[in-house]
């Protein structure tokens, strides 16, 4: 069974930096595309970004709200994806899961990151 | 980049009837790459239907999809209590609507 088990979120104040990671398992994450997406308190759902697996380049592209501040990157030797986010908002407090792409095996239960003063 | 919206915001039902839920793109997405979640409270969401109308392990036959182009529906058949959530369309790899909330009375 897929499982995603993502890590790394807490209190940061405005300003701030935290990389996230998740941890993947069960499947051939070295192909898989990943994704990250986030849910402030209350709200829908807001994919953040994705990456591509490195056969298709490895790049990766970013939703507006975090594009120029947050970097998704991974490690396919550790089957690990991670999001550094750096310059943090007050409106980037959320829990963010990631996902694989595609058709989306897992869900894992997120990591809450709160940004405040 | 590619929005979906969703409607109604909120749709109130008793059990046994039936839920209609719409998705609609504001392009053509191709119906391989639009999916259903569901998310109860407190809960991560979950996949219900990916590929448009493919259901998802474990999904019973009551729930469905469909569509094409940039209109896509969920139909929920004989609404039980436990229907009661937040369902989202997706984009692979890309956006999400905004939700629909489903009560059942």
């Known amino acids: 069974e897929v499982q995603l088990v993502e890590s790394g979120g807490g209190l940061v104040k405005p300003g701030g930096s935290l990389r996230l990671s998740c941890a993947a398992s069960?499947?051939?994450?070295?192909?898989?595309?990943m994704n990250w997406v986030r849910q402030a308190p209350g709200k829908g759902l807001e994919w953040v970004g994705r990456i591509r697996s490195r056969s298709h380049g490895g790049t990766s592209e970013y939703a507006a709200p975090v594009k120029g501040r947050f970097t998704i990157s991974r490690d396919d030797s550790k089957n690990t994806l991670y999001v550094q986010m750096n310059s943090l908002k007050i409106e980037d407090t959320a829990v963010y899961y990631c996902?694989?792409?595609?058709?989306?095996?897992?869900w894992g239960q997120g990591t809450l990151v709160t940004v405040s003063s | 980049e590619i929005v979906l919206t969703q409607s109604p915001g909120t749709l109130s039902l008793s059990p046994g009837e039936r839920a209609t839920l719409s998705c609609r793109a504001s392009?053509?997405?191709?119906?391989?790459?639009l999916a259903w979640h569901q998310q109860k409270p407190g809960q991560a969401p979950r996949l219900l239907i990916y590929a448009a109308s493919s259901r998802a392990t474990g999904i019973p036959d009551r729930i469905s999809g469909s569509g094409s182009g940039t209109d896509f529906t969920l139909t929920i058949s004989r609404l039980e209590p436990e229907d009661s959530a937040v369902y989202y369309c997706q984009q692979y790899d890309s956006s999400f609507g905004q939700g629909t909330k489903l009560e059942i009375k």
């Open positions: 392009q053509s997405v191709d119906s391989n790459y």
């Open positions: 996902i694989t792409g595609g058709i989306v095996r897992a």
């Open positions: 069960d499947f051939t994450f070295i192909d898989a595309w």
